[in-house]
């Protein structure tokens, strides 16, 4: 019996990012927070507050959503396929 079947899902899908004031959130459907990159565009702050640029922050989100997606190619499985 999988995972699955039992009813154990960690992770729901879809992901989705949601923006915040000085961070981008992932969230899985459940509304559980996965990860939460942070970003600062004043550039001097940035560097004081070790933080990415907006921009980049987006960036880094974007991948982290792409990480299920990733795992199945990885494992050799169909990355399309939901399961």
Aim: aromatic content about 10%; proline content about 5%.
């Amino acid at each position: 019996m999988t995972k699955k079947e039992r009813g154990y899902e960690p992770f729901v899908k879809p992901w989705r990012i949601v923006e915040h004031s000085e961070s981008f959130e992932i969230q899985d459907a459940a509304e559980q927070h996965l990860a939460y990159v942070y970003f600062e565009d004043e550039q001097t702050r940035r560097r004081f507050m070790r933080r990415l640029a907006k921009d980049d922050a987006r960036k880094m989100a974007e991948q982290i959503l792409r990480l299920p997606q990733l795992v199945r190619i990885a494992r050799g499985l169909d990355p399309e396929q939901d399961g």
